[in-house]
């Protein structure tokens, strides 16, 4: 088979695999490299599919064959597909290639299970060593690590990957059962996630380790994901989750199911860069967000009482739970408010806020710039939940 | 009208302004080219430096620290050198808006003056139209040089250690460019090619060069990876997610040109070559 089949079959084979950034700090880059490629600081897309996503990293499989028969994954043993894998050899010169044009920032590895998990996380090892050792690639490696490998394979992928990741794929044991009966939370993923952030403390893996939920396969709750989401943060030092929305037998994928993939990413966006807390996310009866409204803009018309507020007087923590400003914007309101009082919406606007969105929650020197209404005039009646568990945390 | 002269720095230009606004203003400002490719270079290394967001604490005493006395003194406004971490960050933007084209020194002077009479957070946070018209001119450059490291091809020449890429440049941003692909390709020479100009990065040095066009045999950027490339590319689109508004919303069609991929049907169709299916 020629190489332009195997990169269709096994690059097709990964797209479903999320890896957004390919940036981590520039200082873990050798200040004097031999080889080829550097780390970026800042993330570099070198193209974009026609679905709108980035392609940063040369994403493909070692193989798809595999001996597991997940639910949701195109490369189950069940599934009548070719079944092909790239020597390592074959790969590192390939991804070399695709360097040196230019065309990608870096290699992220994955692959179905041919034998064991152990004797394909060998041959994934020994592709990422030739890129590192033979080809003297200093740049970004994101590895995949295979569950129910070794301790030793780990410190090994970790020696030589930028990062690292292993999916959790369902947020509990009963709904991992649902979609990959093979496959044990506990023991091949997060015990192997403690073994990942044994190797961060170790100062190697500069760009952290990250997971990926399969959402909507197992009828799984959003609040059952971000409580899962939440405790791989705390517990085991997880640098970012990803969701992936479900495509069914028939290969369709509803609206509805990207909403509610993209409000989790918003979810995961408060808690990890607003730092909201657990209970500072709205969840329906049924555990889900909602998906006519941001998880932000829920929150803020849940609480009435602490809307308006004073942009020239609140705290930083109290403007980043106002709708329409991040920590950009917010960031600057406060440093800028030391030597300058804001007096209009457009020097808001300068700064960053989305008027649109923050008006109705803020005064600026005492005067009210909106109204709710434009919420409000939904059919929907919302709650109001004006217990402790809602209210601002105390002003840093 | 007399002369002030300032170099393609942000000190030699903030010094500048004060001059004119001490000696009144019936004086404007030019820039002075460097002729010292030596000083060039050493400029395009501090630049580097802050497009990888290091404050250039090596220059910030090249501010006429006396000048600037005297014109607090006389004029009033705020000791921009108080706020040492706020001075650094306007530096850094008028570092590079200095090298936007067509230049705008009307603009950047009313900047400085911003930051001198309101604070450098005034002018780097964009809360007037004018600060907020200079930051974007230091935005554009800054997005032309990450346009160029994500956008540009290149194409090793065979048997000799060379990458050669072909871009399109509007402002004064190529010396930042080859210093990337110099860091990422280190023992390769690196051409660059934009309008009449090439650039060739050898040997830590940067050297420009006027072409004609006309007389100019250039090797085409592809070879047997192209094609390997397309496959790759194609097999990465997943059609159930099909949002060809917001791809082209990343790159700039302009830049189309130098992208194989660009040129494929999936791009403006969606349809996925694979399984017919958009």
């Given amino acids: 088979m020629e190489l332009t089949d195997k990169l269709d079959i096994l690059g097709t084979a990964a797209k479903y695999d999320v890896c957004a950034a390919s940036s981590c700090s520039a200082s873990a880059s050798p200040k004097a490299p ?32 595999c001996k597991n028969n997940c639910r949701y994954c195109q490369n189950r043993c069940s599934n009548d597909i070719n079944r092909i894998s790239f020597t390592p050899e074959e790969l590192a010169k390939t991804f070399i290639e695709f360097y040196k044009r230019n065309y990608v920032e870096g290699l992220f590895l994955s692959s179905g299970i041919k034998g064991s998990s152990a004797q394909t996380m060998s041959e994934m090892i020994k592709t990422v060593d030739i890129v590192r050792n033979v080809h003297h690639f200093n740049g970004y490696i994101h590895l995949k690590v295979l569950p129910g490998i070794e301790p030793a394979q780990i410190e090994e992928a970790a020696r030589l990957a930028t990062r690292l990741s292993i999916n959790v794929e369902a947020p509990t044991q009963k709904a991992l059962l649902q979609i990959a009966g093979e496959k044990d939370l506990e023991k091949d993923i997060i015990q192997p996630m403690a073994l990942i952030q044994q190797q961060k403390k170790l100062g190697r893996l500069p760009g952290g380790h990250t997971t990926q939920f399969v959402v909507g396969a197992a009828g799984e709750s959003d609040q059952e994901i971000m409580r899962t989401t939440f405790w791989l943060y705390q517990k085991r030092d997880l640098n970012r989750a990803y969701f992936s929305a479900f495509i069914n037998s028939d ?129 929907k009646q919302l709650s109001f939940d004006l217990g402790g568990q809602f209210l601002l945390p105390a002003a840093a | 009208m007399q002369k002030l002269y300032f170099e393609n720095t942000p000190e030699s230009f903030f010094n500048a302004v004060l001059q004119k606004h001490l000696q009144g203003n019936a004086h404007f400002l030019e820039r002075r080219q460097l002729v010292n490719s030596a000083d060039l270079f050493e400029w395009n290394n ?221 791009v403006q169709t969606g349809v996925s070559p694979r399984t017919g299916q958009r």
């Fill in chain 2, 46 to 266: 501090a630049a580097l430096l802050c497009s990888n967001g290091t404050s250039p604490e090596a220059r910030s005493d090249q501010v006429d620290h006396v000048l600037l006395e005297q014109y607090l003194h006389q004029c009033g406004g705020k000791d921009p050198l108080g706020k040492s971490e706020a001075f650094q960050d306007l530096l850094v933007e008028l570092f590079f808006a200095l090298h936007f084209r067509p230049e705008n020194i009307a603009l950047l002077e009313k900047a400085v003056f911003q930051a001198l009479t309101k604070g450098c957070m005034f002018v780097t946070e964009k809360v007037s139209d004018e600060a907020s018209a200079f930051m974007k001119m230091s935005w554009a450059v800054r997005r032309e040089i990450h346009n160029a490291k994500a956008f540009m091809r290149l194409l090793p020449v065979e048997d000799q250690q060379v990458l050669f890429g072909e871009f399109i440049l509007k402002h004064d941003t190529a010396p930042f460019i080859l210093k990337h692909f110099m860091r990422r390709f280190p023992g390769y020479a690196i051409i660059l090619l934009a309008g009449q100009k090439a650039w060739i990065a050898k040997n830590n040095e940067i050297s420009e060069t006027s072409i004609d066009r006309k007389n100019l045999r250039l090797p085409v950027l592809r070879d047997e990876f192209t094609r390997e490339w397309l496959a790759f590319y194609q097999s990465q689109y997943i059609h159930q997610r099909r949002n060809i508004k917001l791809m082209k919303s990343h790159v700039p069609t302009k830049y189309w040109q130098y992208m194989d991929e660009m040129q494929l049907d999936i």
């Fill in chain 1, 34 to 65: 031999r080889g080829l490629g550097t780390l970026s600081s800042a993330p570099i897309c070198h193209s974009w599919t026609p679905d709108g996503r980035c392609v940063s990293l040369f994403k493909v499989l070692q193989t798809n064959v």
């Fill in chain 1, 251 to 379: 290969a369709h994928l509803s609206k509805e199911s990207l909403t509610r993939e993209h409000r989790l990413y918003q979810a995961d966006f408060l808690y990890r860069k607003y730092k909201f807390t657990e209970k500072e996310i709205v969840f329906n009866n049924d555990g889900l967000l909602d998906l006519d409204l941001d998880p932000k803009l829920a929150l803020a018309l849940r609480q009435p009482a602490v809307f308006p507020l004073e942009v020239n007087k609140s705290s930083y923590e109290e403007l980043l739970r106002v709708p329409g400003i991040g920590p950009q914007s917010g960031r600057r309101l406060v440093t800028i408010r030391r030597e300058h009082r804001f007096t209009d919406l457009k020097e808001l606007k300068n700064v960053g806020v989305v008027i649109k969105r923050a008006a109705p929650f803020i005064t600026i020197n005492g005067k009210k710039q909106g109204s709710l209404n434009k919420f409000m005039a939904k059919p």
